[in-house]
């Protein structure tokens, strides 16, 4: 798959950065790509490392049919077929993208907690309005209690989530009744987040469960247990805490970075420091400070998921996606690059001793050898997130000759949550996705795609994001985004409203007549489960079936390569989604367990999962599902008589 004369991203700033790296002899992961392919056995699901007689291989090869008596020999020292095999590695691999996004929802629920007991000094709670929301829904009492009371008991009830035993997550209530009942039926509802990762991870020991039906179901169950556990809990609380997201114009880009400013960027994946640097950098002391040091003033800019979640509370501009973060160090211009947990690289550390740039982990979970270690104190955030300001500006003055910033940035508005999109389609005073439902039906929308995850140094950078989501909307299919997919398309100019140049016919009039742009920016990767939510408000809202499933909706992330992504994937087939992967398919080593996958799970779940690595085939894909969905819903020939004549265009606004 390493393939010497791919190219290795369509984004200027980043072949600018990859070119300098090469001339400073500097090594990044565009590079290492070049000279190391990745296992095709461990590609294909094939390799068992779970006790110490292995590794056992029991590789299919690429392209090959198997016959059984080369399947009988497809067998690891203790019997382990290649199915167990391909379904343990999906299941394990799920189970550390339930436990990341899971992990990251506990710390925010504690420090949530202790915000609304007072002990932090920093932190509040922000949105009166969803507290209360959420309070009643969690059957938490209001009266003339405080906010602070409040919310004390709904961070308590649902820190209990985590390691609750039994009956069901809490947040399943908010899926449509037949959705639930089909998870009911199944066995598949989750008990407690904590709980379904443990089960997952005993399932997979040797000699435990052997049956790979069965190993995929708690695959089901353990996602479930993030997307509408783990995840939604850090999604929800995070808003409360620091804002519900609403549309805000940003830049995004490495040309975000200033020559004459101290360069900080935070990179990771939880908010809570990330929220106080944005504070603390606008601190006058601290701004003199860097004055002091000869600087105009501090330039904080986000990096991956963090980066996200700052954006679309704070509008701080995003530096850039997953491949990026060597790169923004190679431009000699960054003074520190902060990190906290997840798709935090170790090259970073080489990389950063070839410049100036200071590298400061800030969580006790995530050091890296070389690294600054300056732990962040949740207790006393404002004094934590000055510390690491200060220390990144004690390193301005240390900036080596040779600083290049690229000049490329674009626009991008950020910030449509599940709330922002509802009152935007729907108006302020009858927030509502049927307005939403109802251009879906007259076939101005054909339909919703949500298109997430990661990049991936195997594939061209940004390139299938770019290209999948221009065929969708230049298709009429309104797309929501997340992670670093979203910071692709932004990059690319196509999160304004003049992206709604791309856009097919009907979807542009309702983008125009509603002034958002045709890709929507929903967050950071824990905050797929707005998509969730949205979906469910869809169907509440009429029109479109009695399911998720019933939806002319479709899931892809065309460049993933993290575990997290498995767990988003699973999670959205579990509640009735078509989701779409590209690069690679981790279990093509078996045949039984992929076309469980692709085919058995539609009939249990009324979604499924698909592989495809063409941004077009993919797009096509998508589109004839959301099509065929449509027809279902009888709602095909609406969109064959749909013509746009003025009074049509007037009857949107
Ligand atoms: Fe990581 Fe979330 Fe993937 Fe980007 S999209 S590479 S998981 S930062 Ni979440």
């Known amino acids: ?103 990251h929802g506990r710390r925010v629920t504690q420090a949530f907690i202790e915000t609304a007991r007072g002990h932090v000094k920093g932190f509040e709670i922000k949105d009166e309005q969803k507290l209360l929301a959420l309070a009643l829904e969690l059957g938490v009492k209001i009266g003339d209690r405080s906010n602070n009371e409040i919310a004390t008991e709904v961070g308590e009830i649902l820190l209990g989530e985590f390691g609750k035993q039994e009956g069901e997550l809490l947040f399943l209530k908010r899926a449509p009744t037949k959705r639930r009942e089909i998870w009911r039926k199944l066995g598949v509802a989750p008990r407690g987040i904590d709980r379904e990762v443990v089960e997952a991870m005993h399932r997979t020991h040797m000699g435990v469960d052997q049956e790979y039906e069965n190993l995929l179901l708690q695959g089901a169950r353990c996602a479930l247990a993030d997307g509408w556990g783990g995840s939604m809990i850090a999604t929800e609380l995070q808003d409360i805490m620091f804002g519900n997201p609403a549309p805000v114009l940003s830049q995004i880009n490495l040309g975000v970075m200033k020559e004459d400013e101290v360069n900080v ?106 690294a600054v270690h300056m732990q962040f104190d949740e207790s006393n955030p404002i004094e934590s997130a000055k510390a690491i300001i200060k220390a990144a500006i004690d390193n301005f003055p240390n900036r080596k000759a040779g600083v290049v910033i690229p000049k490329y940035k674009s ?62 909307i230049k298709n009429d299919v309104l797309v929501l985004l997340t992670g670093c997919a979203a910071m692709a398309l932004a990059k690319q100019g196509l999160m304004v409203p003049e992206g709604a140049q791309y856009a097919g016919e009907g979807l542009r009039s309702v983008c125009e007549a509603v002034g958002i742009p045709p890709v929507l920016h929903l967050g950071a990767c824990v905050d797929n489960c707005r998509i969730l939510v949205a979906a469910t408000a869809m169907v ?78 993919m797009a096509e894909k998508m589109i004839a599902h959301i099509d065929a969905k449509r027809k279902a819903l009888g709602i095909d020939k609406a969109r064959e008589r749909v013509l746009y004549d003025m009074e049509m265009r007037r009857e949107l606004t």
């Open 1 to 103: 798959m390493a393939d010497e004369k791919k190219v290795k991203s369509i984004d200027a700033a980043t072949i600018e950065m990859i070119e300098k790296a090469a001339k400073d002899n500097v090594s990044t992961i565009f590079e290492r790509a070049d000279k190391m392919a990745p296992c095709p056995i461990g590609a294909e699901g094939s390799c068992c490392s779970q006790c110490a007689m292995g590794p056992c291989r029991v590789p299919l090869g690429r392209g090959k049919v198997e016959t059984e008596e080369d399947k009988k020999k497809r067998r690891g020292l203790c019997g382990a077929t290649a199915e167990t095999i391909a379904a343990r590695n999906f299941l394990r691999k799920i189970a550390a993208g339930t436990a990341s996004h899971s992990d």
């Open 265 to 370: 960027i935070i990179h990771g994946h939880e908010p809570a420091l990330a929220e106080m640097l944005a504070v603390v950098s606008h601190d006058p002391e601290i701004v003199a400070y860097a004055k002091s040091k000869g600087a105009k003033g501090i330039n904080l800019a986000g990096m991956c998921c963090t980066a996200n979640e700052i954006l679309m509370r704070h509008g701080v501009p995003i530096a850039g996606n997953f491949l990026q973060q060597e790169l923004a160090i190679v431009t000699g211009a960054l003074d520190a690059m902060v990190v906290d947990v997840q798709c935090i690289m170790q090259g970073l550390g080489e990389v950063a001793k070839c410049y100036h740039t200071k590298l400061i982990t800030t969580d006790d979970r995530a050091k890296i050898q070389g």
């Open 411 to 472: 626009d991008l508005i950020a910030g449509f949550s599940h709330e922002t999109i509802n009152y935007l389609l729907g108006g302020m005073f009858r927030a509502s996705y049927k307005p939403l439902n109802d251009n879906i039906i007259n076939g101005r929308i054909r339909g919703v795609a949500g298109v997430v995850g990661c990049n991936n140094a195997r594939v061209t950078h940004d390139d299938v994001h770019v290209k999948l989501v221009k065929e969708l």
């Open 540 to 617: 509440k809202d009429g029109g479109l079936g009695d399911d998720v499933s019933d939806l002319p909706v479709a899931g892809a992330a065309p460049e993933w390569m993290s575990e997290k992504a498995l767990a988003i994937g699973q999670y959205f087939v579990s509640s009735g989604a078509y989701v779409l992967f590209g690069v690679t398919w981790p279990t093509t080593g078996s045949k039984e367990v992929t076309d469980h996958l692709f085919k058995d799970m539609e009939k249990m779940y009324g979604g499924k999962w698909d592989f495809e690595p063409d941004p077009i085939k």
